[in-house]
């Protein structure tokens, strides 16, 4: 299946070698996925499946794994990493909000906030029109998202914070991170501007993209008017049950409202 272009298809998410190098920090969740595959599984499906961070350690388990990502660079370098585990791993390039497998998965999942880059209600409801698509009547379908943090929404659009450091997988230089955040309460949508320096070089790089924040009353509704059901929600990769100091959002799901 190929995707079109389109908004989603951002220069940020072609160059997977820093993307792997830049999120080495990025380790909480990999225990819960490895968990909830075990679990839930055995049939595993994951939205926006990026570089294969988590379809690997999926892999851990007995499940079988198939990812979707809309990057041709992501996908490819997916693929080379779980090329080891055979026919229980598959990469497929595709757009979350269009695919159609004509299959069912016992586990459905899309993690680390990459909910954030379907912008409109529109896009959010086709991607969980599709994952209904894909459900049998005990699949459970599972969202991670960060709860928005109003410090971040209210921060002057040219106030940098440091969002990551990382050794450059080529030179070993440090790499700094800085961003900013232009958020728009009325359409939800941030800009978000990564600059990238070494000690030597300031801002030698820059990655801009738009996430939509969501916040939970938005979420419960989408999953309420795609015809699922939430039957759990977390604050943590601890299962702790959601609550006001919650700083994540995780929402198991199943078919029926
Ligand atoms: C924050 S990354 C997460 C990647 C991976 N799940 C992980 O945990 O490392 C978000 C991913 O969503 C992908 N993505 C964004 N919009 C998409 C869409 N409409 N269809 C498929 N993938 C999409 C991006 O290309 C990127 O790989």
Same mark, same amino acid.
């Given at each position: 299946m190929a995707a079109a272009p389109t908004?989603?298809? =951002? &220069?940020?998410?072609?160059?997977a070698v820093r993307y792997d190098a830049e999120h080495?920090?990025? !380790?909480?969740d990999l225990i819960f996925w490895r968990e909830m595959a075990e679990e839930f599984g055995p049939r595993v499906l994951e939205l926006a499946? #990026?570089? #294969?961070r988590l379809g690997l350690h999926v892999l851990q388990t007995q499940a079988t794994y198939t990812g979707v990502e809309i990057s041709e660079g992501f996908s490819r370098r997916a693929r080379s990493k779980l090329e080891p585990f055979g026919g229980r791993a598959r990469i497929i390039q595709g757009d979350i909000r269009q695919i159609h497998l004509a299959e069912t998965f016992d586990l459905i999942f899309i993690g680390f906030? /990459?909910?954030?880059? =379907? =912008?409109t209600d529109e896009d959010a409801l086709a991607t969980l029109r599709c994952v209904r698509e894909h459900c049998h009547s005990t699949t459970r379908f599972i969202i991670d998202l960060f709860v928005p943090d109003a410090l971040v929404l209210t921060r002057p659009e040219d106030h940098r914070i440091q969002a990551m450091v990382y050794p450059? &997988?080529?030179? +070993?230089a440090t790499i700094t991170v800085e961003e900013t955040n232009d958020y728009d309460p009325e359409t939800e949508l941030t800009k978000v501007r990564w600059y990238y320096s070494t000690t030597g070089e300031r801002d030698f790089l820059e990655y801009d993209f738009t996430v939509r924040i969501y916040h939970p009353d938005t979420m419960d509704r989408l999953i309420h008017d795609a015809g699922l059901r939430i039957v759990e929600k977390w604050g943590d990769y601890q299962r702790t049950?959601? +609550? &006001?100091? /919650? !700083?994540l959002q995780i929402y198991v799901a199943q078919l029926g409202s």
């Amino acid at each position: 299946m190929a995707a079109a272009p389109t908004e989603f298809d =951002l &220069p940020i998410y072609q160059d997977a070698v820093r993307y792997d190098a830049e999120h080495w920090w990025k !380790t909480d969740d990999l225990i819960f996925w490895r968990e909830m595959a075990e679990e839930f599984g055995p049939r595993v499906l994951e939205l926006a499946a #990026g570089t #294969g961070r988590l379809g690997l350690h999926v892999l851990q388990t007995q499940a079988t794994y198939t990812g979707v990502e809309i990057s041709e660079g992501f996908s490819r370098r997916a693929r080379s990493k779980l090329e080891p585990f055979g026919g229980r791993a598959r990469i497929i390039q595709g757009d979350i909000r269009q695919i159609h497998l004509a299959e069912t998965f016992d586990l459905i999942f899309i993690g680390f906030n /990459s909910f954030m880059h =379907l =912008l409109t209600d529109e896009d959010a409801l086709a991607t969980l029109r599709c994952v209904r698509e894909h459900c049998h009547s005990t699949t459970r379908f599972i969202i991670d998202l960060f709860v928005p943090d109003a410090l971040v929404l209210t921060r002057p659009e040219d106030h940098r914070i440091q969002a990551m450091v990382y050794p450059d &997988p080529e030179t +070993g230089a440090t790499i700094t991170v800085e961003e900013t955040n232009d958020y728009d309460p009325e359409t939800e949508l941030t800009k978000v501007r990564w600059y990238y320096s070494t000690t030597g070089e300031r801002d030698f790089l820059e990655y801009d993209f738009t996430v939509r924040i969501y916040h939970p009353d938005t979420m419960d509704r989408l999953i309420h008017d795609a015809g699922l059901r939430i039957v759990e929600k977390w604050g943590d990769y601890q299962r702790t049950r959601f +609550g &006001p100091d /919650s !700083t994540l959002q995780i929402y198991v799901a199943q078919l029926g409202s």
